[in-house]
Antibody
Framework: DVQLVESGGGLVQPGGSLRLSCAASGFNFREHYISWVRQAPGKGLEWVATIRLEGYDLCYVDSVKGRFTISRDNAKNSAYLQMNSLRVEDTAVYYC??????????WGQGTPVTVSS | QSALTQPPSASGSAGQSVTISCTGTSSDVGAFNYVFWYQQHPGKAPKLIIYEVSERPSGVPARFSGSKSDSTAFLTVSGLQFEDDADYYCASYAGAGDLVFGGGTRLTVL
């Protein structure tokens, strides 16, 4: 079975940093795009970033460009989201997600990030 | 990267049918046959119920169906059951690894 397990969330002050991790299993990790998607409390889903197969092609939503960096380690079946210069509005549950052609197929259970002083 | 437009709420009685719309643009929904629909129950991760406009993953009941016309996609739930009471989100590929989501529709089964 496909499994995506996120970790690394927590409470951080505005301007701080966090690194989220996503451990994948149950599929050939190196053959699939990975995205991070977030959901603010009581709000809808927002795509954050996507990393393609070898990690050289990266896409970000405008609101995180220059602050967040997505990466992957195919040897470890893992993906990461480095979040710097965090803002209150970045508070959300962050989901790691696996693509099939054209979109997201599987989701992890999410890790909560709270940015507050 | 503008969000797709969904009605905030929809409802129907058990056994009836309901259709939820998802309106995008010629750069996303209108450009690609990569419209996905997700079901999310409170406190849970989203679950894929429709991919590539109208395809159902294994295990998803046939009462869920999808379609598209120009830049608007539709999710129809036939024979509503109480477990269908949930939030529903559409998403569309927007090129180069970009995705755009709808704002979500709260479906209430009466």
């Amino acid at each position: 079975d496909v499994q995506l397990v996120e970790s690394g969330g927590g409470l951080v002050q505005p301007g701080g940093s966090l690194r989220l991790s996503c451990a994948a299993s149950g599929f050939n990790f190196r053959e699939h795009y990975i995205s991070w998607v977030r959901q603010a409390p009581g709000k809808g889903l927002e795509w954050v970033a996507t990393i393609r197969l070898e990690g050289y092609d990266l896409c970000y939503v405008d609101s995180v460009k220059g602050r967040f960096t997505i990466s992957r380690d195919n040897a470890k079946n893992s993906a990461y989201l480095q979040m710097n210069s965090l803002r209150v509005e970045d508070t959300a549950v962050y989901y790691c997600a696996k693509w099939r052609i054209g979109g997201i197929e599987y989701w992890g259970q999410g890790t909560p990030v709270t940015v507050s002083s | 990267q503008s969000a797709l437009t969904q009605p905030p709420s929809a409802s129907g009685s058990a056994g009836q049918s309901v259709t939820i719309s998802c309106t995008g643009t010629s750069s996303d929904v209108g450009a690609f046959n990569y419209v996905f629909w997700y079901q999310q129950h409170p406190g849970k991760a989203p679950k894929l119920i429709i991919y590539e406009v109208s395809e159902r993953p294994s295990g998803v009941p046939a009462r869920f169906s999808g379609s598209k016309s120009d830049s608007t996609a539709f999710l129809t739930v036939s024979g509503l059951q109480f477990e269908d009471d949930a939030d529903y989100y559409c998403a569309s590929y927007a090129g180069a690894g970009d995705l755009v989501f709808g704002g979500g529709t709260r479906l209430t089964v009466l």
